[in-house]
């Protein structure tokens, strides 16, 4: 009842920049939080950024890097990405925290299908 449809993914030179965008759409009350993990081959899901009421967190290997922004009114979360490096290449999904029940107050969290990043020369 709830989708999330990523887009902007693909192949980068290192040093180059990337804008990832997601937009949730279904049976939305309100969202909590929006944000992007990412999965490299081998390696677990790590949380990327988040972003909400309380505002940003970002992990360390991508601070002043990456970008997170929002906007409330089209249920969107964008990832601008600059100064990609070979170790930023995993598959990238967007996750947002729903309400879908109007009487209901908990969220529930939400994914989308996965975006890929490759950074190489």
């Known amino acids: 009842q709830v989708q999330l449809v990523e887009s902007g993914g693909g192949l980068v030179q290192p040093g180059g920049s990337l804008r990832l965008s997601c937009a949730a759409s279904?049976?939305?009350?309100?969202?909590?939080?929006m944000g992007w993990y990412r999965q490299a081959p081998g390696k677990q899901r790590e949380l990327v950024a988040i972003?909400?009421?309380?505002?940003?967190n970002y992990a360390d290997s991508v601070k002043g890097r990456f970008t997170i922004s929002r906007d409330n009114g089209k249920n969107t979360v964008n990832l601008q990405m600059n100064s990609l490096k070979p170790e930023d290449t995993a598959v990238y999904y967007c996750?947002?925290?729903?309400?879908?029940?109007?009487?209901?107050?908990?969220?529930?969290?939400?994914w989308g299908q996965g975006t890929q990043v490759t950074v190489s020369s």
């Open positions: 279904g049976s939305i009350v309100s969202i909590n939080t």
């Open positions: 996750n947002a925290e729903v309400r879908t029940t109007a009487w209901i107050i908990k969220a529930y969290p939400y």
């Open positions: 972003i909400g009421g309380g505002g940003t």
